[in-house]
Nanobody, 128 residues
Framework: QVQMMESGGGWVKTGGSLKLSCTAS????????MGWFRQYPGKEREYIAA????????DYDASVKGRFTISRDNAKSTLYLQMNRMRPEDTAVYYC?????????????????????WGQGTQVTASS
């Protein structure tokens, strides 16, 4: 049974930093491209960032590029999202997700539909 558990959410002052973690179990972590998404109330989930199975390739949505950093530790089956210079518009529920890359092609994937497994989400609030 696959489980994905986010942690590290909470309140942060505008301009501050927060680091999210996502620990996976029940799957071979290094066989998956990993991604972060977020969802505003009443809106669909939107893509933030993705990282290839090895961590060599990364991709970011323009809204977070230069402020957020995605990383992973395959030995710990853990995905991270370092969020810096946070803005009120970063306030959302954040989700981690896993998309299979068993051939280790090094994909970084932005489309929600290709992600098979999801965490339960963690609330992040940025305000002054």
């Amino acid at each position: 049974q696959v489980q994905m558990m986010e942690s590290g959410g909470g309140w942060v002052k505008t301009g501050g930093s927060l680091k999210l973690s996502c620990t996976a179990s029940g799957l071979t972590f290094e066989d998956y491209c990993m991604g972060w998404f977020r969802q505003y109330p009443g809106k669909e989930r939107e893509y933030i960032a993705a990282i290839s199975w090895s961590g060599e390739s990364k991709d970011y949505d323009a809204s977070v590029k230069g402020r957020f950093t995605i990383s992973r530790d395959n030995a710990k089956s853990t995905l991270y999202l370092q969020m810096n210079r946070m803005r009120p518009e970063d306030t959302a529920v954040y989700y981690c997700a896993a998309a299979p890359d068993t051939l280790h092609l090094g994909m970084v994937l932005a489309k929600e539909a290709v992600y098979h497994y999801w965490g339960q989400g963690t609330q992040v609030t940025a305000s002054s």
